[in-house]
């Protein structure tokens, strides 16, 4: 083993490929789903961006980190470890789904694997997240907690008071902008005043950091480097560069940019460089990434049926778990 695989065990190295590949398997099975009406509401898929939370998420520990998000995020949510089932039965608004049916795509949520959510509105979650870190901090629990943000909401408001508060109160918190190039159907580049979001990040006294979001095992070194100052109260900001494939949700025409634009991306695609580096040195044979392939495949659909079968909540749940 050569060059960065070197640091890695192969377990480790099989195990950053099998998050990624389950996420694309369960992005692709749910857009699938979605247009056969068996998902209704709102979806937002996160395939192209996988290298983001996998590289990220397999840097914490999560017996005691917390990992918050916004809406695109099953990525997230399996990454952490939230078993695909739960998740697509909360897709279909099933009743044994993560948040009992009634949250949705947007709302993912699991307590157990440290997974604190799935937020719709643009920007919200990121002063929550700084909730979550403060009760680290508090309770003395030695945790960190990551939290992911788009290109579009790093305009919001919220964004630079949590960065202001994060750094005067020395939270335990890593922000990570996933720069998907598009906010819905604007390019970044027209609506951000500065080119690289990292650099931002000494407006406020704290470390910037920037990785190429396709390069999983760069996103994991430096997210790895970035949560080991937060857990010495130290907060700091990371962009990955990444890029979505798919519309911004599933009712986008996508008429805002070109296929050939896609396709480049394609060609750059996260899963299949780090299979091409794998196989190259020898850690994974074809047959390998074959049968994984198919493992996963097998896994998702079972994911989909256990959707399928579960029943619907029943009318009397209407006001249950429901904040009044
Ligand atoms: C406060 C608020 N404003 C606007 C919207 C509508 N909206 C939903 S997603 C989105 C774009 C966000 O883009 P980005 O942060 O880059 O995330 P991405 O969709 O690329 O993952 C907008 C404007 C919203 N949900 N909430
Ligand atoms: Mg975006």
Redesign the pocket.
Known sequence: MKTELAQYRKEELLRILTIMQTIRAFEEKAGMMYGLRKIGGFC?LYTG?EAVAAGAIFSLDLSKDYVVT???DHGHAIACGMDPKKAMAELFGKVTGCSHGKGGSMHLFDLEHHFMGGN?????QIPVAAGVAFAQQYQGTGGVTLCF??????H?GSVHETFNLAKIWNLPIVFII???????G?N?KKVSAVDDFSATAGAYGMKGYSCDGLDVLEVRATIEKAVSEARLGRPSVVEARTY?YKG??MSDPQKYRTREEIDEYRKRDAIQSFVTKLTGEKILSEEEWKDMIQRISAQIEEAVAFAEESPEPALSELYTDIYA
Not at 149 to 154: I, K, Q, V
């Open positions: 937002h961006q916004a809406y695109r719709g509105i643009v920007g919200a943000f788009g290109d579009g909401a790093f919001q996933e720069n998907n190039q598009w906010g819905m604007t970044w979505r911004h949700s």
